[in-house]
Nanobody, 114 residues
Framework: QVQLVESGGGLVQPGGSLRLSCTTT????????MGWYRQAPGQQRGMVAT??????NYADFVKGRFIISRDNAKDTTYLQMNSLQPEDTDVYYC?????????WGQGTQVTVSS
């Protein structure tokens, strides 16, 4: 069974940076794209950034602040988050989109607070 393991979340002050990592426990074949999503309590999960053969895509509220990248040799996808603000506080989920469906990680908490 494929598992996506996230790391890198935590507490950071406003204006600070964090880098999230998502590693698959085994290679996923036919991945259309990898992505990061976030969800607040009681809210729907929303797209933050995705990366695939066609390039990367970002939600408007993170453009210019977050960068998604992928190291295929390590089966790892990263989300570099800069200029973090309190409204970025959420649980962040990694996703692998395949023709057979989407795999999700367990989520990692990001808290931006002074």
């Amino acid at each position: 069974q494929v598992q996506l393991v996230e790391s890198g979340g935590g507490l950071v002050q406003p204006g600070g940076s964090l880098r999230l990592s998502c590693t698959t426990t085994r290679s996923i074949f036919s991945v259309n794209a990898m992505g990061w999503y976030r969800q607040a309590p009681g809210q729907q999960r929303g797209m933050v950034a995705t990366i695939g053969d066609g390039g990367s895509n970002y939600a408007d509220f993170v453009k210019g602040r977050f960068i998604i990248s992928r190291d295929n040799a390590k089966d790892t996808t990263y989300l570099q988050m800069n200029s973090l603000q309190p409204e970025d506080t959420d649980v962040y989920y990694c996703a692998a989109m395949t023709p057979g469906g989407t795999y999700w990680g367990q989520g990692t908490q990001v808290t931006v607070s002074s």
